[in-house]
């Protein structure tokens, strides 16, 4: 029997790492996660996540034929192989991921930012197996994007191109701070965090009575937000539709840029359905230029299960290999 082609999928975040191996097809036949934050340099991170790597490799019965390593995480950058000042990770400046992960093989390590990753995830694995021109909206703890023009993956002079979520929405009235060291910057109102900055905000200044109110604000989160509004809160509702409203506003800006055929929205706060979509496209196509309106789709991923990450990371390893 021939063996059978997989690649490694990679997700580095803050506080956990989860990797795979994947076939061509986007079937994982193995996978793993260990914790991020408890290694202080980058190298002791690596040696460890390699290893445990290969020792969920031995678990695979069939035999196989490992193509090389894709990663998706903040602040990644395809052009150097770096993950460069992010502010997620416990390592701090420019880090030579690929060079430090070539230590200990010598196969292709593809590195990114991890919305790229989805992007490129989507075009192999998801809705726009079919598409040229789409943009990739990751809605978590962040806000990422990825931006794909003509069938390739947009990155720019220096491998940080589409970085909409730190772009200012309230440059002068704002004092909404992030994590950027900027202030109202898009991610600070658009992400699972900004949701709940958007509702604590609303709570405040209503005298509306909420179950809310017995919570601190570190035991409120947007799952919290999510399952009251479904439940018909009103204050939970109207943080849905300001947020939508905000995204909404700034997709129609992104449109504009690159007309693609289909935006994506992909992560936690896309699962929010209609809640987060209804406005969202309300409120897009009312701030779109005539010559747009009504011919873009707003559009949730179909890779948005637990292994999306994983599989956007290991279809870099293909889209290497193709291109």
């Not at 997700?11 to 991020?36: C, H, L, P, S, Y």
């Not at 695979?60 to 997620?88: D, V």
């Not at 593809?110 to 598409?131: F, L």
Request: proline share 3%.
């Amino acid at each position: 029997m021939a063996k059978k082609n997989l690649a490694v999928g990679i997700d580095i975040g803050g506080t956990n790492t989860v990797f795979g191996f994947v076939d061509r097809e986007g079937n994982i036949v193995a996978e793993g996660r260990m914790t991020t934050c408890n290694y202080e340099k980058a190298e002791g991170y690596i040696a460890a996540l390699y290893e445990k790597i290969m020792l969920t490799g031995k678990e695979i019965k069939q035999g196989f034929e490992l193509k090389g390593f894709g990663i998706g995480a903040p602040m990644g950058n395809i052009n150097k192989g770096t993950i460069e000042y992010s502010a997620a990770l416990p390592w701090k400046g420019v880090i030579p991921l690929s060079d430090i992960f070539h230590a200990h093989t010598k196969l292709p390590v593809i590195v990114t930012n991890d919305a790229n990753a989805a992007a490129v995830g989507e075009m192999i694995y998801g809705g726009a197996k079919k598409m040229k021109d789409f943009v990739v909206i990751t809605l978590g703890t962040g806000l990422g994007s990825g931006f794909v023009v003509d069938g390739k993956l947009m990155y720019g002079h220096d491998g940080f191109a589409g970085e909409i979520g730190h772009t200012p929405v309230r440059p002068e009235s704002s004092d909404r701070e992030c994590g950027c060291g900027k202030k109202g910057c898009l991610e600070t109102y658009v992400s699972a965090t900004g949701l709940k900055r958007t509702f604590i905000k609303i709570l405040a200044d209503s005298r509306q009575p909420s179950e809310f109110r017995k919570y601190s604000f570190d035991a409120i989160n947007a799952e919290m937000i999510f399952n009251a509004a479904k439940k018909g809160d009103k204050l939970a509702i109207r943080a849905f539709e300001k947020t939508g409203k905000i995204l909404g506003y700034k997709l129609a800006e992104v449109i504009s840029h690159t007309s693609p055929e289909a935006i994506f929205l992909f992560g936690g706060l896309a699962m929010a359905k209609d809640l987060i979509f209804k406005p969202a496209k309300k409120y897009m196509e009312e701030y779109l230029l005539s010559i747009y309106q009504n011919k873009v789709k707003l559009l949730p991923s179909k890779l948005n299960t637990k292994n999306a990450a994983v599989l956007g990371a290991s279809s870099l390893v293909w889209s290497n290999i193709e291109s």
